[in-house]
């Protein structure tokens, strides 16, 4: 959950510290979605059955307009292979850290841009490559 400023930080390979996404967002949406083995569905008679392989965190941050100046500082963020993610999580009760990867991301331009006007705001999700423990 999104509960102050400092609730979400990542960090990728090489930082030495992780950075507090709060101060660039206006959104974040939590997602736990549930990865079914092969021997799974629903018989004649509608009853599920199979095996669930475990529940994969994906978060969903929609980002504000950014300066050219933020966007330099996010965009190796949101390049790089895996990133190491702070959220709190609600079923721990807890900060956790997971492993993610990203989704694409766009930035729209409706003007030319300098370091003092912004994009458009955009979105990236990001999605745990463990299962949730």
């Given at each position: 959950m999104f509960i102050d400023r400092n609730s979400i930080q990542i960090k990728?390979?090489?930082m030495?510290?992780?950075?507090?996404?709060?101060?660039?967002?206006?959104?974040a949406k939590y997602s736990y979605n549930?990865?079914?083995?092969?021997?799974?569905?629903?018989?004649?008679?509608?009853?599920?059955?199979?095996?669930?392989?475990?529940?994969?965190p994906k978060i969903i941050l929609q980002f504000r307009a950014l300066t050219k100046t933020e966007l330099e500082i996010i965009a190796p963020i949101l390049d790089a292979s895996t990133q190491s993610l702070k959220y709190y999580d609600p079923k721990k009760k807890a900060t956790v850290t997971i492993d993610t990867y990203t989704g694409d991301w766009e930035i729209i331009n409706k003007n030319i841009?300098?370091?003092?006007?912004?994009?458009?705001?955009?979105?990236?999700?990001?999605?745990?490559?463990?299962?949730?423990?």
């Open positions: 990728i390979a090489g030495n510290d992780y950075i507090s996404l709060g101060q660039y967002l206006v959104e549930k990865l079914w083995a092969n021997d799974s569905g629903r018989n004649l008679a509608g009853v599920m059955s199979g095996t669930l392989v475990g529940i994969f841009i300098d370091a003092d006007t912004p994009n458009e705001g955009f979105g990236c999700s990001f999605i745990s490559v463990r299962k949730r423990s």
